[in-house]
């Protein structure tokens, strides 16, 4: 059996004996997964968390092989626990009782509400799962969850409870050295006076008090909080009210019954997957928890995510653990045709299940809850309640002090319920891609699998895994045989018929309706909210995006989104980023469109688009120096934009918003933002050509050159044509970056514009050398070299000069190629360009390699190396490593040139670079070895 440990020194039990876990770093790891276990920790958290602001070159190598060494020790270990990566990090799946964190959390929870006794005896046993210093043997950078906070409350609880039991004086001494550690902690002091005064200490009590007084008016200047004050008066005057209070004698009571009801609706037929939550609600029920205690569970989610399909389904399988019975009741929370059951109706429903006759049933709510609470005290019985609209809504249906559990599923978070009631949250998410493809097989008769398993993946795919949505999807087919998978994958492939589609014409059964009911109960500011994130065309948003979109202040958008998520309209993925399900996207599109006029959602485009152009502009000014004075244009003011200062926190946002980024172009274009979107599309061209974004390059800079033209624009179209011309020349298409260089450098020499005449030549000079076109190439990069020295661009000269080393190595002038080389890299790494100074780099290694000083060129290429990792330059460091291969072939070095032109290859091909092939007959070579 495994179990894992925080609360103390980090640690994996293996039957109860401790699995070697090596050093710090693997423990911090570890203790970071389990803090959040189930959850997904974002790979940015882990390396802050273990690194700090000082991460090191290597730390995505560093993170795989922890993860990779703690794989192998559960492995080892055997059970059921694992760490899977998930987007955008890793997430350690284990059954929650597994984890002493969760356990201590568990019975904590469980306390609240019970009599002292059994409270005392849940908090001493939570509080001996504490080991000593939390975490220990760990080394984490980053603020951690304040569980010396959870632990130093169930201390005050459990004090609490012991002296309702009467154990003052055995408390006394404890909570004078708690006060002493922690001097200023007015509950502390409390119940360290009420048990001086309950032990006839009355003036220890008072000067307890008094010393408090003075170390707070001294050291902080405040008075003591009004509940201090309370109980200091009530000491001076010997309130009665302090003593301990004699239990009041037992009360005769109606006895009801016996009835057992049995009120689960029908569980679906169809159900795939779900077997974490599942585990999930079969560990509440056998959690060992005290005897009477009771558990609520909420189940919540989105609307159509299945949360009553689960509950349902788990409550038949366990019925007979409930031999008192099951109890049920549709809340109608979100139910578009009726208003949300009120809980003296449902109480009413209960009690007459209960065997109460409607005549002895209260009319005033409190006493029919009591009744309730009474009736199920010595009960054991399951209370289903479905569809809550809030905790409010809840409350009241809760039964006290009895075996029960009460499952509760809601498309609202329950925070309410949670921090009042002790209650545990799960919170759905979507199917797998394999649990959806079972549910659609399963649901249309078994009869398509084997021929159209790949297009039941492609629906699954159009239904974002939503249950709902393979429901009405599989019914469709059930019931139109004639129509193939494949016919509705093309359906639901437009997406601006996709909501439509899934609905079906007979049935009360809507994926649009379930999302519309939601939005319609969302108050008129968040209402607001969703329809403008339905004009932004990405996948996620953050508040900076709806502050720039709304107008509101940064701190209310983060509200906005706050609530939205706990609406479960959108998911936080990570801290301040927010996605939308597929299809939640699409229904916020159509209420956009039916909500806003044309006029509006132009005006929130334009803002959005404004937001983007500014924040990309200054992230490519840090990632690469400017080299010339273009200033982007903007609409309007946008008040809040994110603190970027380095190259680095300028790549960590491009690679956070590239969806975003990539959408805000097609929608700028859609709309007729010309200018807007030719300025966004360059303010892109350093990010796609470090990271190797081929396929997205050439469609940005088309929409930009159409928006250059309908401007009419001659400096924007001759920017565009020159990211056209670098887009066709690295995946190979010489010719075609000739004619846009051409075009390009024709504008430039029309506009007189001198830094725009030497940028377009140098391209210009450096497709001609590819063509093997040298005389001409030369002429170019000569007078653009001659043009960035006048104008005074050390960058545009030192790409010239690199040029020119190209053209003099073709010529077969290695020894002239390495002073191009040397002069260029000299004066990138003066002026900061990385991106630069390491393609200058793997020109190094390259002419070292001819000139035959081999240790010289693999010394190049390892710095370049580590300045393309350094700064995610993915296209950089595949010429890296194929020059490293090569180096290493040239050596008889056979099994380290197979590795780094593997490495190379998988990038070439992804980026569709002429120099695949040229390495895939390298590696054919070597195989032949």
């Not at 003036?203 to 170390?215: G, M």
Request: hydrophobic share 45%; with cysteine; charged share 25%.
């Amino acid at each position: 059996m495994l179990e894992f440990g925080v609360l103390g020194p980090v640690q994996l039990l293996v039957d109860g004996r401790p699995a070697a876990l090596g050093g710090s770093g693997v423990r911090s790891l570890l203790a970071l997964l389990v803090l959040d276990a189930n959850q997904v920790v974002p790979f940015d958290r882990i390396v802050d968390a273990l690194w700090g602001d000082d991460p090191p070159e290597t730390a995505r190598t560093i993170v795989h092989g922890y993860v990779s060494k703690l794989r192998r020790i559960l492995a080892k270990a055997g059970g059921n626990a694992s760490i899977r990566t998930q987007p955008p990090g890793y997430v350690l799946q284990v059954q929650p009782e597994l984890v002493d964190l969760h356990r201590a959390k568990q019975m904590i929870g469980e306390a609240s509400g019970q009599p002292a006794a059994e409270r005392a005896a849940l908090l001493g046993r939570a509080l001996d799962l504490w080991r000593g210093p939390l975490l220990a043997g760990a080394q984490l950078q980053t603020g951690q969850p304040d569980i010396d906070e959870l632990r130093l409350a169930a201390v005050e609880e459990r004090i609490a409870a012991d002296l309702e039991l009467g154990r003052h004086a055995e408390v006394i001494g404890e909570l004078r050295r708690l006060v002493d550690d922690h001097p200023f902690r007015e509950r502390l002091l409390s119940l360290l006076m009420l048990a001086q005064y309950r032990s006839a200490r009355r003036i220890d009590a008072l000067v307890s008090y008094r010393r408090f007084h003075r170390y707070a008016t001294e050291e902080l200047g405040i008075d003591p909080g009004p509940e201090l004050r309370q109980l200091h008066e009530q000491v001076l005057r010997d309130d009665p009210a302090l003593r301990l209070p004699v239990p009041a004698a037992p009360k005769n009571r109606q006895v009801y019954g016996p009835v057992i009801p049995a009120q689960l609706p029908a569980a679906t037929s169809a159900f795939a997957g779900r077997d974490v939550e599942l585990a999930w609600l079969d560990g509440l029920q056998h959690s060992g928890g005290v005897e009477g205690a009771i558990t609520v569970a909420g189940v919540v989610g989105p609307a159509g995510i299945g949360k009553t399909a689960l509950a349902l389904t788990w409550a038949h399988r366990n019925a007979a653990g409930f031999p008192d019975g099951q109890l049920f009741a549709a809340l109608r929370g979100f139910d578009a045709g009726h208003e949300p059951t009120s809980p003296a109706e449902v109480l009413t429903q209960f009690l007459l299940a209960l065997g109460v006759p409607a005549e002895a049933i209260p009319l005033d709510l409190n006493e029919r809850a009591g009744l309730y609470r009474s009736l199920l005290a010595e009960r054991r019985v399951l209370v289903l309640l479905d569809d809550a609209r809030d905790s409010e809504q809840v409350r009241p249906l809760l039964p006290a002090g009895s075996g029960s559990l009460v499952v509760v599923t809601s498309r609202r978070r329950l925070d309410g319920l949670v921090a009042r009631g002790g209650a545990r949250l799960l919170a759905m998410t979507t199917l797998s891609s394999e649990a959806s493809v079972r549910l659609l097989d399963f649901s249309t008769g078994h009869q398509r699998r084997s021929a159209e398993i790949d297009s039941l993946r492609r629906l699954a795919a159009l239904c974002g895994h939503l249950p709902l949505a393979l429901r009405i999807a599989a019914a469709r087919l059930a019931a139109s045989p004639q129509w193939t998978v494949e016919d509705l994958v093309a359906e639901l492939a437009d997406e601006q018929y996709r909501l439509r589609a899934l609905d079906l014409e007979d049935a009360d059964t809507s994926v649009r309706g379930a999302f519309d009911v939601s939005y319609r109960t969302l108050h008129p500011d968040l209402a607001e909210t969703f329809r403008a994130i339905g004009v932004h065309e990405g996948t996620s948003v953050t508040p900076h995006v709806i502050a720039a979109l709304t107008g509101a202040d940064l701190v209310t958008a983060r509200r906005r989104l706050r609530e939205l998520a706990s609406a479960h309209l959108l998911t936080e993925t990570r801290a301040d980023r927010y996605t939308l399900h597929d299809l939640i996207r699409l229904h916020a599109r159509e209420v956009a469109g039916a909500e806003l006029t044309d006029r509006q959602r132009a005006r929130a485009a334009e803002k959005l688009l404004d937001y983007y152009l500014l924040v990309a502009d200054r992230a490519h000014r840090l990632v690469r120096p400017p080299r010339d004075a273009h200033e982007p244009t903007v609409s309007g003011e946008i008040a809040d934009t994110p603190m970027l200062a380095s190259a680095e926190q300028a790549l960590r946002w491009f690679d956070a918003e590239w969806p975003n980024l990539v959408a805000a172009v097609r929608l700028g274009a859609a709309l007729g933002l010309h200018r807007h979107t030719w300025q966004l599309a360059l303010c892109l061209r350093t990010y796609v050509y470090l990271r190797g974004l081929t396929s997205d390059w050439a469609m940005l800079f088309e929409l930009g050159l159409r928006g250059a033209r309908a401007s009419r624009d001659r400096d924007g179209e001759s920017r565009m044509l020159r990211g056209l011309g670098n887009a066709a020349e690295l995946v190979g298409e010489f010719e075609l970056a000739l004619g846009r260089y051409q075009q390009a450098h024709r504008i430039a020499v029309e506009l007189d514009d001198p830094a725009l005449v030497a940028i377009a030549g140098d391209n210009l000079g450096g497709i001609l050398a590819e063509l093997r076109r040298f005389d001409e190439a030369e002429t170019y990069l000569r007078t653009s070299l001659d043009l960035y020295r006048r104008i005074g661009d050390g960058q545009g000269e030192a790409i010239a000069l690199n040029n020119l080393g190209v053209l003099a190595q073709d010529r077969g002038q290695d020894e002239p190629a390495f002073d191009f080389y040397r002069r260029a890299l000299a004066l990138h790494e003066s002026g900061g360009n990385h991106e630069d100074g390491a393609r200058s780099l793997a020109n190094l290694c390259w002419v070292s390699r001819q000139l035959g000083r081999y240790d010289e060129a693999e010394g190049y290429a390892r710095d370049g190396l580590r300045l393309a990792q350094t700064y995610g330059m993915a296209y950089v460091e595949a010429m890296l490593h194929h020059q490293l291969g090569e180096l290493h072939l040239e050596q008889g070095r056979g099994q380290a040139a197979r590795l780094e032109l593997n490495l190379a290859l998988t990038v070439y091909r992804r980026m569709r670079s002429p120099y695949a092939d040229a390495v895939e007959g390298l590696l054919a070579g070597l195989a032949d070895v």
